[in-house]
């Protein structure tokens, strides 16, 4: 660092605190690392612990005059390395603006970025609404976060993902100016959907400091079916019969690895010995949730369904779900992760898990595959061994071709968690390469001095 950003830096802090504007290294230490445990992470320069957009832009305002990268970050909970530090950096953390104002007339809320998806689920239910996407780490995870990566959740087989909610934003851009897009507005067609640009940009194009989303009714109490199978495809079959004729709440995966690590986690008497389980639930009104739910253990006999079990309890049902949403920190503690996040068109679900299970055999790995099954959206989790070079070398291998998997049956390398750095290397193998420099046109124009998150994407 030069003296000059050295000067600089500190009128920073005088100007913002010293509460605000971090630089001892030990402190910063926890800024380092999203849950993706990139390796390669740096050493910041700072952090901005920003407690306002006019914090965000003062940041942004001195990274930009001394041409110093700025990565955002909200709880750290990403999985693709998006918010990891780079050498020299300016991390800019959200996680102190957690303000939350919900409108019961407009259905609307408006929340800072660093609240978490928990707490803006909550505020809304205090008025009798829902904000329905529902990530599994929806309780650590922030809306910002959600925001830059359009994250989706175990619901977004029915209800949609991050986008489908995010109407308004306030965004400060690559110079440190600060500009609304959208509103509380249920129809909008003024200018370029530059609202929707945002979403998903994991920081690259600017940095989301309030937004503003749709909310629903609450969701009514669901019924849950759970049913295991002796094949994956029996399993991944019974998807496709589902989606065929519904679109039930709730439609996920979990193959025997997820299913053992999760009973070793929850002792609740899951079948160790099943191929795959689905958990599904309906939460259309009680006469017609029956109705489907009789439609849907009929479907899953008829794929040969080991078993099948279905309640209306609300504390039966949701105990299923907790053990979905355990299923990766279950199966890291049988080692530490490369997490995956691919999907593909339904039709080749099947094709995808089975697919995967190859790899696993051929890499000689353990690849445990959860999924959001209803909308092809899978998460393999390939489990490593630190004190085992070539079978850390196997697993990156693995890694790579899971991905070129999705990609070969029409899919997608990311889903839900973003491209962040561990993915970006087959990102022009998904979309193609007029895509790709169109891409990195966009980002240009916004970020012609690039550093906005530097190394993310693109």
């Not at 503690?333 to 490369?338: A, I, N, S």
Request: proline share 5%.
């Amino acid at each position: 660092m030069s003296q000059d950003t050295k000067t600089a830096l500190d009128e920073l802090v005088a100007e913002l605190g010293p509460d605000v504007v971090v630089v001892d290294e030990d402190r910063m230490a926890g800024y380092r690392w999203d849950r993706a445990n990139d390796p390669d992470a740096g050493v910041p320069v700072a952090v901005v612990r920003a407690r306002s957009t006019q914090d965000v832009q003062a940041a942004v305002r001195f990274a930009a005059a001394h041409g110093v990268a700025v990565v955002p970050r909200g709880a750290g909970s990403g999985l693709s390395g998006g918010s990891t530090a780079q050498d020299g950096c300016l991390v800019v953390s959200t996680e102190r603006m957690t303000h939350i104002e919900v409108d019961p007339v407009t259905r609307t809320v408006v929340t800072e970025p660093g609240a978490m998806n928990a707490q803006v689920k909550a505020a809304a239910a205090e008025h009798g609404l829902w904000y329905p996407p529902d990530p599994s780490s929806y309780e650590i995870c922030s809306i910002g976060g959600n925001v830059a990566t359009n994250a989706g959740g175990l619901c977004c087989v029915k209800y949609g993902v991050t986008t489908d909610y995010v109407l308004g934003m306030t965004v400060v851009l690559a110079d440190g100016t600060a500009v609304e897009l959208g509103g509380p507005r249920l129809k909008d067609k003024a200018g370029l959907s530059l609202t929707k640009l945002f979403v998903g940009s994991e920081g690259t194009l600017g940095i989301i400091t309030r937004i503003v989303l749709r909310l629903i009714p609450a969701q009514r109490p669901p019924a849950t079916l759970v049913a295991t199978f002796a094949t994956l495809d029996d399993a991944t079959d019974t998807v496709l019969a589902i989606t065929r004729v519904m679109r039930p709440s709730m439609l996920e995966f979990m193959d025997r690895p997820t299913i053992n690590a999760v009973e070793d986690l929850t002792r609740m008497g899951l079948d160790r010995e099943a191929a795959a389980m689905l958990v599904i639930q309906s939460d259309e009104p009680a006469e017609h949730a029956g109705r489907e739910i009789a439609q849907i253990e009929e479907i899953c006999q008829d794929h040969k369904a080991t078993e099948v079990f279905h309640t209306t309890d609300a504390d039966e049902g949701e105990a299923f779900v907790v053990a979905r949403r355990q299923a990766i920190p279950a199966v890291e503690r049988t080692g530490p992760l490369l997490l995956e996040d691919v999907g593909v068109p339904l039709p080749q679900l099947g094709a995808l898990v089975d697919g995967i299970a190859d790899i696993a055999t051929e890499r000689d790995v353990t690849i445990a595959v959860i999924a959001h099954a209803g909308d092809g959206n899978t998460h393999p989790l390939i489990v490593t061994d630190p004190s085992d070079e070539e079978q850390q070398a196997r697993a990156q291998l693995a890694y790579g071709e899971v991905m070129s998997l999705a990609i070969s049956l029409g899919g997608t390398i990311t889903g839900e968690h973003g491209v962040g750095r561990l993915k970006k290397a087959w990102l022009g193998e998904q979309i193609g390469e007029d895509a790709l420099e169109l891409n990195r046109r966009v980002k240009q124009a916004l970020d012609p001095h690039g550093i906005l998150n530097p190394g993310a994407i693109l």
